[in-house]
């Protein structure tokens, strides 16, 4: 049996800045208002990363730090005041998020502190996310964020009726913000083994986050939500399920097994379930079997597709991964472990904080037949005749469950199906001294 | 602290990204946190770029905040030096180095002495000055820098080339159409026959930089950035520039008789050159004089856009083709007396904001049958359902497009008058609209209302319903019909229709 190998690189790779969480979870939770309390580069980013939904009035909002705030000449607690009733005033959200950037971090302005304060004064719950670029990658944005909704959960009373077999699902929380369709998906897959799942961390809206507590379960649906799965354990001492993650038809059955066997109920018919959605991918797995694939890294989803992909019979050179936490990726690591040898295939170079210079040396050594990469890289990779597919679609894609899986492959075989309409035309990306020559 | 969902100018260090990365074989290495590379997905999107964009970071993080950067920021200068041996390398600001203060002057002359490339930290302060500033000022200091290292070496070219020649200075990546007016502008000069001596920073080189004194002048396009780098040159090369954007018909007579000037040359004439132009290369000026464009006159517009850009189209809006530029405005703040200045004379108000909502809630008091600005007017007008030209950045991928479209130069006018004819509704269109009352808009379902309800029409007036144009036969119906039941009539005659279409126009 071969096992996973751990490296770790210099970190100089790209990604998104964490703060562009703002953009799903402002649609996600409804009514919320998202400040991010920044400067004008954290502004730049999010009006281009996410281009056209400023424009439909979105429910968020810089708050621009100038220079009379860095120097403390502004009082940061009067300032903010005054951006927050005007968001009132015009907005009236029934929940204020405060994004908390590189820059308040390094003034040390602290938002903990004042929130409360503030809270009180203008009578809206703020929560505060530190989700910078000092310390996070991407979508650990959503992990800060979910974090710190964590302690705005009510509470439980623990009673000793969850002794009883039947009511024991009922304590089941899940966390991770997926789009409505696919929490509707996952529930129902639950509910067929008997367990109606209690609430989603985030909920639809504020005003129904689910209650949590001592006995209470919670399962992660996302990789990258690690703060989460720790702040649920150690502040609200609920009894986090392990797993997978339910991306694929292989993990969204090893997902639901877990579950099961943490709340003692024996899973039935998943096996069935699988194999007829692997049948239904088959067309797919066809185009891809034995292709490779790079995982250059910079979401953190990358584990759970890579293993996804192993599944389906592609061989992984690499993966990279902006952070791994070993701890809440267990059982994820160990499905991968399995499948590789399964599949008889070589276990992928698992690469955290990547360098992409070096990768990029790699990718060129290497000819994978298909790097998943951020879009910095792609227009310079597919000029060199390598075939890319943009990493951030796996994040706004619906890839969860059993249903997601088409999506998943539908991205990845896309630049194959492309190439195969344009051979004939000659435009098919060539060599790379071909190109190069044409510059 | 200000609130703010929009902005027109982006931050200090994306003008330094973008002076480094026009260069060729200049690496950027920023100063900065996780994710604020975004620079490089913007400009291998937009402009499709095909090789790797030369910037990466130098990772601010916990650790970093901790020790200083110092070690990291030499270490991976050293890094790129070895990786990519570029000429020069650019040690960049971001918001995050203008608050801790390090000494990133002094990690860049430490680095200088353990590499081959030279090492420059670009001085820009991100509080004190947006991109455009800043592209302006670091085009300037990397000149500097060049040709004084240069002047030290003994390796300055001092002797003017023998046929007329100029600098082009501020052509950029992510610029407005910068490729295509650079072709234009390097057309027009080779008719005259004039060489260009070097093109800056665009595809430029460092180390051809000291060939810059050769030129006989120098040509500065945009107001935006390379006033500075013009204005060292003429002070320490004794090397004269213009500076009039050649947009318009116009502005490219004044461009060119100012070059002319510049140069002193006593044997081309450049007055027939701009005649026949004008006349016979430029459609624009015959466009102008043509029956179709007199129905733009008078019409209202509103332009906003960076300086050069909207101040040219003001110009060009008010003097080439008679519309009336209701408002025109300016989102570069630091150049508003200038701005002021050159449009003061052509339009009714004038606009000097950074706010989007100030430029929206003018648009919709104004009501302007077209709007020339960025992509957020093009926005604004969306919504508000008045039709919008893009003429200046902020762009998105649109503002790249793969065929020539000059701004700038005679060439520049055709596709400029195209813009402005194609934005506007079409002349004859326009006016049978006008005619019968308004656009026959989104419900076409209605039209089949027609038949259901012709117990209402004369026979004369049916008749002449279906005398009116197609598209516009619903929209005339509805709007008399109304007109009827507004005001108790049984039975709409001709008359009728008529007395609905006066009403229709009193309104």
């Known amino acids: 049996m071969k096992e996973l190998e751990f490296e770790c690189e210099t970190g100089n790779y790209h990604t998104f ?96 502190g004042m929130a409360p304060r503030l809270e009180a004064e203008i009578n809206i719950p703020i929560v505060v996310a530190r989700a910078n670029g000092l310390d996070y990658a991407f979508t650990q944005g959503e992990d800060t964020v979910l974090a710190a909704m964590v302690q705005r959960c009510p509470s439980t009373s623990i009673s000793s009726s969850n002794s009883s077999s039947n009511c024991i699902s009922n304590d089941l929380v899940l966390f991770g913000s997926v789009p409505g369709p696919v929490a509707t998906q996952l529930d129902l897959e639950l509910k ?75 899973a039935k018919g998943l096996k069935e379930r699988e194999e007829k959605f692997w049948n239904n991918i088959e067309d797919y797995c066809k185009l891809i079997r034995g292709k490779s694939i790079f995982f250059m890294g910079d979401n953190l989803l990358e584990v759970s597709l890579a293993r996804f992909l192993i599944a389906c019979g592609m061989i992984v050179y690499e993966i990279g991964i902006p952070y791994l936490d070993r701890r809440f990726q267990f059982s994820e690591l160990k499905l991968l472990e399995e499948t590789c040898n399964k599949k008889g295939v070589p276990i992928p170079r698992i690469v955290e904080k990547p360098d992409n210079y070096n990768q990029i040396q790699r990718i060129r050594e290497l000819q994978p037949d298909l790097t998943i990469t951020g879009m910095a890289h792609a227009n310079p990779l597919e000029a060199r005749g390598m075939n890319t597919k943009w990493s951030v679609e796996f994040t706004f894609a619906q890839i969860h469950g059993f249903l ?3 999506n998943i492959l539908e991205l990845v075989t896309r630049p194959q199906r492309r190439n195969a309409s344009l051979a004939s035309s000659g435009a098919s990306s060539g060599s790379e001294d071909n190109l190069v020559l044409n510059l | ?24 074989n200049v690496h950027a290495i920023m100063h900065a946190p996780l994710g604020d590379d975004y620079f490089n997905v913007m400009r291998s999107m937009l402009e499709r770029e095909r090789d790797f964009t030369p910037v990466t970071a130098s990772i601010v993080d916990r650790h970093v905040l901790g020790r200083g950067s110092e070690e990291k920021v030499v270490q991976n200068i050293i890094c790129k030096d070895k990786q990519e041996a570029p000429n020069l390398i650019l040690l960049t600001p971001t918001c995050t180095s203008s608050i801790l203060q ?56 001092v002797k003017k080339t023998e046929k007329p020649s100029v600098n082009i200075l501020g052509m950029f990546t992510l610029g407005f159409h910068h490729q295509h007016d650079c072709r234009e502008l390097k057309r027009m000069l080779t008719d005259l026959g004039i060489d260009v001596n070097l093109v800056i920073p665009q595809g430029g080189d460092i180390l051809s930089l000291k060939d810059l004194p050769k030129a006989w002048c120098n040509i500065v396009l945009y107001r935006e950035a390379g006033i500075m780098a013009a204005k060292y040159l003429q002070k320490d090369f004794d090397m004269p520039f213009v500076t009039t954007t050649p947009m318009g ?26 005649n026949r132009q004008t006349r016979f290369i430029s459609q624009a000026a015959w466009f102008a004089r043509s029956i179709d464009c007199q129905n733009l006159t008078g019409k209202k517009a509103v332009v906003f856009g960076d300086a050069t850009h ?24 630091h150049d508003a007396d200038w701005f002021r200045e050159q449009v003061i004379d052509f339009c009714d108000e004038i606009l000097i904001t950074d706010d989007h909502t100030q430029v929206s809630n003018m648009i919709t008091r104004i009501e302007p049958a077209a709007i020339f600005g960025t992509q957020m007017e093009r926005h604004i007008g969306k919504r508000l359902d008045i039709p919008c030209g ?118």
């Open chain 1, 17 to 112: 800045c964490p703060i562009s969480c703002v953009s799903w979870l402002y649609q996600k939770i409804e009514n919320s208002f998202f400040l991010v309390i920044g400067t004008k580069t954290c502004g730049y980013f999010l009006q281009n990363a996410l281009g056209v939904m400023i424009f439909a009035e979105p429910r968020y909002a810089m708050a621009e730090l100038e220079e009379g705030d860095i120097s403390a000449q502004l009082n940061g607690y009067d300032e903010l005041k005054k951006l927050c009733l005007e968001i009132k005033k015009d907005r009236n959200p029934s929940v204020m998020v405060w994004i908390g950037t590189c820059t308040t971090e390094i003034i040390k302005m602290d938002l903990e």
């Open chain 1, 192 to 266: 067929k083994q008997g367990i109606s799942v209690k609430g989603w961390l985030p909920s639809q809206s504020y005003s129904e986050l689910p209650d949590l507590g001592e006995g209470v379960y919670v399962c992660g649906v996302n990789p990258f939500l690690s703060r989460t799965a720790a702040t649920l354990m150690r502040k609200r001492k609920c009894e986090l399920i392990n797993a997978p993650f339910p991306i694929g038809p292989d993990g969204t059955r090893a997902w639901i097994e877990c579950i099961c066997s943490a709340l003692g109920i024996e």
């Open chain 1, 404 to 406: 997601g899986a088409r």
């Open chain 2, 1 to 24: 602290m200000k609130l703010a969902y929009w902005m027109y100018a982006g931050p200090a260090h994306i003008g330094t990204l973008r002076v480094a990365s026009s260069f060729k």
């Open chain 2, 102 to 157: 390090e000494d990133l002057q002094n990690f860049a002359d430490q680095a200088a002495m353990k590499v081959n490339s030279e090492v420059l930290f670009a001085d820009v302060n991100h509080y004190r000055m947006n991109e455009l500033q800043a592209m302006d000022r670091t085009l300037e200091q990397i000149i500097r820098f060049s040709l004084e290292k240069a002047k030290k070496n003994g390796t300055l070219a």
């Open chain 2, 249 to 274: 018909i116009q502005n490219t007579k004044i461009f060119l008789n100012e070059l002319e000037t510049a140069l002193d040359l006593n044997t081309i004439s450049f007055q027939e050159y701009i």
């Open chain 2, 310 to 333: 909207a101040a040219s189209m003001v110009r060009i809006l008010a003097c080439e083709m008679g519309i009336r530029v209701s408002c025109a405005g300016t989102y570069c703040k």
């Open chain 2, 390 to 507: 893009v003429i200046s950045a902020p762009v998105h991928i649109q503002n790249f497009p793969l065929g020539f479209r000059p701004f700038l130069g005679y060439e520049g006018t055709n596709q400029i008058a195209d813009l402005v004819y194609n934005t506007f509704t079409l002349g004859m269109e326009d006016h049978l609209l006008e005619i019968f009352g308004g656009h026959d808009t989104k419900d076409r379902n209605l039209d089949s209302s027609i038949e259901n309800s012709n117990s209402m029409w004369s026979n004369a007036a049916s008749t002449e319903l279906t005398k009116i144009p197609g598209f516009v036969r619903g929209k005339v119906k509805r709007n008399t019909e109304k007109y009827a039941k507004v005001n108790n009539i049984q039975e709409i005659t001709v008359e009728v229709m008529f007395a609905a279409k006066e009403d229709a126009e009193h309104v």
